[in-house]
């Protein structure tokens, strides 16, 4: 069966990194995009980036660009969200989710537990 | 960006009764060369993650209750419980994947009356 386990999540002050990562299984992990989305606590869900199955197209939203990359390990079926100069507003549970196969504009069919990160002082 | 807009922000509703959820996009996520609307529901129940309901507007996820629908084309979209029962009091959200990036809508909360 289809598992998505994030790991990495924990409490880091502004303007520090941090990197999370998502262990899978139970399908071919190379011939599907994934992505990351978030929930800051109480709020809705906010779409953060995704990688397509070749790696070959990353987009990500505005509020991350130029501070946040995904990355992937075919090898190691894991994908990666590196955060960088992180802000108190990115406090939130991140989910990584399964997107399409072999495209990526498709729904996400899998959702890992989440894993909270806080930035705080 | 398209902006998703779901209506009611909350909803209770009597068990058995029918509960209708509606999600509206700021532009078409129609897409005409295969007729397929780039739209999903996903139930979220409390302490955990979303879980996907419905796909292309109006495909049931595999193992999703036929007590679920979905309908709507183009901008205008609809969620129906036909007959509500405990456990589907949650979190509601409507997701365009037409065009990157992705949006959901702010979410319906639904409890029992």
């Known amino acids: 069966q289809v598992q998505l386990v994030e790991s990495g999540g924990g409490v880091v002050q502004p303007g520090r990194s941090l990197t999370l990562s998502c262990a899978a299984s139970?399908?071919?992990?190379?011939?599907?995009?994934m992505h990351w989305v978030r929930q800051a606590p109480g709020k809705g869900l906010e779409w953060v980036t995704f990688i397509s199955y070749d790696g070959g197209t990353k987009h990500y939203a505005d509020s991350v660009k130029g501070r946040f990359i995904i990355s992937k390990d075919i090898s190691e079926n894991t994908i990666y969200l590196q955060m960088n100069s992180l802000r108190t507003e990115d406090t939130a549970v991140y989910y990584c989710?399964?997107?399409?196969?072999?495209?990526?504009?498709?729904?996400?069919?899998?959702w890992g537990q989440g894993s909270l990160v806080t930035v705080s002082s | 960006d398209i902006v998703m807009t779901q209506s009611p922000d909350s909803l209770a509703v009597s068990l058995g009764e029918r509960a209708t959820i509606n999600c509206k996009s700021s532009q078409s996520v129609l897409y005409s060369s295969n007729n397929k609307n780039y739209f999903a529901w996903y139930q979220q129940r409390p302490g955990q993650p979303p879980k996907l309901l419905i796909y292309?507007?109006?495909t049931r996820e595999s193992g999703v209750p036929d007590r679920f629908s979905g309908s709507g084309s183009g901008t205008d979209f609809t969620l129906t419980i036909s007959s509500l029962q405990a456990e589907d009091v949650a979190v509601y959200y409507c997701?365009?994947?037409?065009?990157?990036?992705?949006?959901f809508g702010q979410g319906t909360r639904l409890e029992i009356k």
């Open positions: 292309w507007a109006s």
């Open positions: 139970g399908f071919t992990f190379s011939r599907y995009t």
């Open positions: 997701q365009q994947y037409y065009s990157s990036p992705i949006t």
């Open positions: 989710a399964r997107g399409g196969l072999e495209t990526y504009s498709d729904r996400t069919d899998y």
